[in-house]
């Protein structure tokens, strides 16, 4: 069974970068058939796409983040990463992983990242 | 940028109702429209995939409709548990994207 965890620093100061991990289990992530992406929902509101990349290191990233957003995939680990530079109040939010398929998202339980000096 | 559109954002519905919840795409997204619902402190669960196909485990009640630009997730009859957010999203082919809508609210009348 497919499994998904977020971690990294809950607490990240402005202007700073904000780096988190996702570890998968129960899968390869060199998967041919699989995007791997972040979303995050800021506290009482929606779901925001970040990015996401494919196995081969592909990225794809939303518009509105895209000059402040790497996402990078270590296959020898199963893992993949997001780095998201100059980080403001705007970005605390739960910070969910996710595997992308034809058949819907398998999440991550997620991890709050709070923006705060 | 496709932008996805719910409404209404808050629906109020009593148990053993029916509630209908709609999606818009501001472009077509083919069927590639899936629907998930969130509870308070947990992550989003997927119900429907494809537009129409229920997902491993999800009850009969939930039902998804619609392609294109126009989609509809319809619980046939409320039970306790399915009081939550619920969000539609979309997977574009190429180039790969995946946005959602804001969220409807389904609450206890």
């Known amino acids: 069974q497919l499994q998904l965890q977020e971690s990294g620093p809950g607490l990240v100061k402005p202007s700073e970068t904000l780096s988190l991990t996702c570890t998968v289990s129960?899968?390869?992530?060199?998967?041919?058939?699989?995007?791997w992406g972040w979303i995050r929902q800021p506290p009482g509101k929606g779901l925001e796409w970040i990015g996401s990349?494919?196995?081969?290191?592909?990225?794809y990233y939303n518009p509105s983040l895209k000059s402040r957003v790497t996402i990078s995939v270590d296959t020898s680990k199963n893992q993949f990463s997001l780095k998201l530079s100059s980080v403001t109040a705007a970005d605390t939010a739960v910070y969910y992983c996710?595997?992308?398929?034809?058949?819907?998202?398998?999440w991550g339980q997620g991890t709050m990242v709070t923006v705060s000096s | 940028e496709i932008v996805m559109t719910q409404s209404p954002a808050t629906l109020s519905v009593s148990p053993g109702e029916r509630a209908t919840l709609s999606c818009r795409a501001s472009q077509s997204v083919s069927s590639n429209l899936a629907w998930y619902q969130q509870k308070p402190g947990q992550a989003p669960r997927l119900l429907i995939y494809?537009?129409?196909t229920r997902a491993t485990g999800i009850p009969a009640r939930f039902s998804g409709s619609g392609s294109g630009t126009e989609f509809t997730l319809t619980i046939s009859s409320l039970q306790s548990e399915d009081f939550a957010v619920y969000y539609c999203?979309?997977?574009?082919?190429?180039?790969?994207?995946?946005?959602f809508g804001q969220g409807t609210k389904v609450e206890i009348k």
């Open positions: 129960g899968g390869s992530i060199s998967s041919s058939s699989y995007y």
């Open positions: 996710a595997r992308h398929g034809s058949k819907g998202d398998i």
């Open positions: 494809g537009a129409s």
């Open positions: 999203q979309q997977y574009n082919n190429w180039p790969p994207a995946w946005t």
């Open positions: 990349i494919y196995y081969s290191g592909s990225t």
